[in-house]
């Protein structure tokens, strides 16, 4: 509480040298939802296309609609390359993750990525188990890279999302999704347990580990209803269409807003989650130390007091 008198007190002086101030004329936020999407010319990836959608919004597309988006070996390398990008582009400050074609994916793609399972570089059994297990890590990581990115990641989902793509979509923010759309844990039905983020993810999303085992047991199809009332999405709309303008207008608003604010909640509730609740605490009050003292704060302040969206506040790069 003391800390937080500090913090109110020196927010209204600096409140009263900034409306005192010679104001600066601010730039306007301006939606581009009728603008086609152009494909960002310094993303330029095989299974991946990526382009800017609205104002530091961008669409991060899985581009293999002939293969139904299956994710082959040139996939898992570029997800990390591109969220490793996106996370340092001040220019991103929200992402929106879809799939061309029919369905969002079809999972791992199983023509091209079984001999790298069967066909195991090493002498023995524990040099093959050791680059095996150094092998999974690595695709462990095209998806924990959603996770660590600070920019909010929205997966919108249309027809299937099979085995891979429910770990994807297990390491984004926010999950949206077409009313003919379908999740399903498909790993045991090829004869593996998910690997790579479902089975430590998802329990933690919809909270029921007896639905949870159900899914992952049987690889049963969740549809779009089910999902929604178990918490696995937060919203279903009518087609794509309607979804992709949903999620887009959602990451106009979070990108509008200080990212400062945004990318400190995004860490913070990461780390809540996986920390015990006096952790989290002690973490939040060493990050705002530093980061209630930015500039974001006055400009928001400033904002509500002269009744302004945050949409009109220009904000810093990050």
């Not at 937060?234 to 992709?244: E, G, I």
Request: hydrophobic letters at 45%; charged letters at 25%.
């Amino acid at each position: 509480m003391a800390a937080a008198a500090v913090a109110g007190s020196v927010l209204r002086g600096l409140l009263r040298r900034q409306l005192a101030a010679q104001r600066q004329p601010l730039l306007s936020f301006r939606a581009m939802s009728s603008a086609p999407e152009q494909p960002h010319a310094s993303y330029n990836y095989e299974t991946l296309k990526v382009s800017r959608v609205r104002e530091k919004v961008f669409h991060v597309e899985l581009n293999r609609p002939d293969k139904r988006n299956a994710m082959n070996t040139v996939f898992w390398r570029e997800m990390v390359v591109c969220f490793n990008k996106i996370a340092q582009d001040s220019e991103c400050h929200a992402v929106v993750v879809s799939g061309a074609g029919k369905l969002f994916t079809a999972g791992i793609d199983l023509m091209e990525m079984g001999s790298v399972f069967v066909m195991v570089e090493g002498d023995d059994t524990a040099r093959k188990a050791w680059n095996l297990r150094k092998k999974i890590r690595e695709y462990q990581e095209s998806f924990t890279v959603l996770e660590r990115c600070p920019k909010p990641v929205i997966a919108a989902v249309h027809g299937g999302c099979i085995g891979g793509g429910v770990d994807l979509i297990s390491a984004c923010d926010i999950r949206y999704c077409t009313q003919d759309a379908w999740f399903q844990v498909k790993e045991v039905d090829i004869g593996l347990a998910a690997d790579v983020g479902t089975l430590q993810r998802l329990p933690r999303i919809i909270g029921n580990q007896s639905l949870v085992n159900e899914l992952a047991f049987t690889a049963r199809k969740m549809m779009a209803p089910e999902a929604e009332s178990s918490g696995l999405v937060s919203r279903v709309f009518q087609d794509k269409q309607a979804m992709l303008e949903g999620a887009c207008e959602l990451a106009a608003n979070i990108a509008a807003k200080s990212p400062v604010a945004v990318q400190g909640t995004k860490v913070n509730l990461i780390y809540a989650r996986d920390h015990s609740v006096p952790e989290s605490l002690r973490y939040m009050a060493t990050w705002n130390m530093s980061m209630l003292q930015t500039e974001d704060l006055v400009k928001s302040a400033q904002a509500a007091v002269e009744k302004r969206s945050p949409k009109d506040i220009v904000y810093s790069k990050m």
